[in-house]
């Protein structure tokens, strides 16, 4: 979840706290999670691929970068 609230937050850098708590909740409900959600540019490592599997890919910033929500099924994403 830290990852989402740091994300809302580069995407809306000047918003009130309230606001802010608003908009996660917004960006959580219309995210098109085809798309992984990253803090920074997703950078290839030499001889690994990352792994994009999921119904809901958040990839951490630090190297090497990976998804930590592999484990996230449809039935919880959608509880």
Same mark, same amino acid.
């Given at each position: 979840?830290?990852?989402? #609230?740091?994300? #809302?937050?580069?995407?809306?850098?000047?918003?009130?706290?309230?606001?802010?708590?608003?908009?996660?909740?917004?960006?959580?409900?219309?995210?098109?999670?085809?798309?992984? #959600?990253?803090?920074?540019?997703?950078?290839? #490592?030499?001889?690994?691929?990352?792994?994009?599997?999921?119904?809901?890919?958040?990839?951490?910033?630090?190297?090497?970068?990976?998804?930590?929500?592999?484990?996230?099924?449809?039935?919880?994403?959608?509880?």
């Amino acid at each position: 979840w830290a990852l989402l #609230v740091a994300k #809302v937050c580069q995407l809306y850098p000047k918003r009130s706290a309230a606001s802010l708590v608003c908009l996660f909740f917004v960006f959580l409900d219309t995210w098109d999670w085809q798309n992984p #959600v990253s803090l920074n540019k997703i950078q290839p #490592v030499a001889g690994k691929k990352l792994n994009m599997q999921g119904h809901m890919p958040i990839i951490t910033p630090a190297y090497p970068q990976q998804n930590s929500t592999y484990n996230v099924t449809q039935s919880i994403l959608w509880q």
